[in-house]
């Protein structure tokens, strides 16, 4: 179980605040008082009474968080299973125990997941605490029911948030990655380096850069949506894109390798056909021969040229 210490002051029993001592605790309303307060001459729970926690209401005792809670489950525990007071009780511990769910939500404030959710799924931690509580056992509620509405909130996260699969043991390695991030980052007074949180937990380097991208695996961005950072350009706009020439590299390489083994005038030949698109009227005018010797010696090129044979005379 967690320490008292990790509990802020309105969910913390009055009682076992650090630094102060049990006889200098507010005093509260006897059990009687409490009990008086909260349900009526028949033993029925009151409407609405455990609102009165906090501030005085009006013709009835004050009632802090700790008696109330103490005085609801004792109440619990005498009524049978079967009796529709039952689900009433059950229903003021929830609400009464609410900022609690809440303090624990803040925790993950970092996750960009609605905060609304993350109080659901703790109310949830809650409800099971609540259920299996003993107070026989002489532990305060808070001090038991934190690690319950924690776990359950890390479950949340751990199987239904994450957008990718990440290995169970860098999941629960994460958690140990980060509290020692928060750590690091109020000692240094800047963000650690991998290094440093490799030192601090004795992993190794690899691991702590596997978790830090484990972390970042919680929401996926769409390739549509504008990054504010790259002046409102989508992911998409900055993907590359395939090449339609890309597959005619080497064959242009090859044709311009076997060019420069041709005699210069058939070069020529083949660059005013071919790069400067003469027709062969106009090169054989360009070369002072017949247009029928220019169709021949074309052919005769082209004929090499497919072959990949080197010019011969």
């Known amino acids: 179980m967690l320490p008292t210490d990790v509990l802020p002051a309105d969910v913390m029993p009055a009682d076992v605040m650090p630094g102060k001592p049990a006889a200098e605790a507010p005093a509260g309303p006897s059990p009687d008082e409490a009990v008086a307060a909260v349900f009526g001459p028949a033993g029925e729970l009151r409407s609405g009474a455990w609102r009165s926690a906090g501030p005085k209401a009006p013709g009835r005792p004050a009632i802090d968080v700790r008696t109330l809670t103490r005085v609801l489950f004792e109440r619990l525990s005498e009524l049978p299973p079967e009796a529709p007071e039952r689900e009433r009780v059950r229903a003021a511990l929830i609400e009464v125990n609410i900022p609690l769910v809440r303090y624990a939500a803040t925790r993950f404030r970092s996750r960009n997941e609605p905060m609304e959710d993350v109080v659901q799924v703790g109310t949830i931690g809650l409800i099971n605490a609540i259920d299996r509580f003993d107070p026989s056992r002489g532990v305060q509620f808070p001090t038991y029911a934190l690690p319950t509405i924690l776990g359950e909130i890390k479950r949340y996260f751990r199987d239904n948030v994450r957008t990718m699969h990440v290995p169970r043991r860098l999941q629960e390695l994460w958690v140990q990655v980060s509290g020692a991030m928060e750590e690091l980052t109020v000692t240094h007074g800047r963000v650690p380096k991998v290094p440093e949180i490799a030192a601090s937990l004795r992993i190794p380097e690899e ?22 950072h790259e002046g409102g350009l989508a992911l998409l706009d900055r993907l590359g894109y395939e090449d339609s020439a890309l597959a005619e590299v080497e064959h242009r390489d090859m044709v311009r390798h076997l060019l420069v083994q041709l005699p210069e005038r058939e070069r020529r030949i083949i660059m005013l056909r071919f790069f400067a698109n003469l027709t062969q009227s106009q090169i054989s005018n360009e070369l002072g021969m017949s247009q029928m010797h220019v169709s021949r010696l074309l052919s005769r090129i082209l004929t090499r040229l497919r072959s990949g044979n080197s010019w011969e005379e």
């Open 207 to 228: 691991d702590v850069r596997a978790c830090l991208d484990a972390g970042r695996a919680y929401n996926a961005a769409s390739l549509e949506a504008a990054q504010e």
